[in-house]
């Protein structure tokens, strides 16, 4: 999918999110990357084929 040179990670790559945003809706929380993945506010994200990458927020740690 991606025409940049060089080109972005694919949605297989573990550094997926590092592709381009090619529409951003940042009032209905998501990002497409030009490799195909839906990239939510909340961290997670939708492949292209279909699987869900579970949200990875940060672990508040107690005091």
């Not at 940042?26 to 990458?53: A, K």
């Amino acid at each position: 999918m991606c025409q940049h040179r060089p080109e972005c990670p694919t949605a297989e790559s573990e550094d997926r999110e590092a592709a381009v945003p090619v529409a951003c809706h940042p009032e209905q929380g998501w990002s497409l990357l030009c490799n195909g993945v839906l990239m939510f506010e909340d961290t997670g994200e939708l492949l292209p084929d279909g699987r869900v990458i579970a949200p990875r927020r940060p672990v508040a740690h107690a005091v």
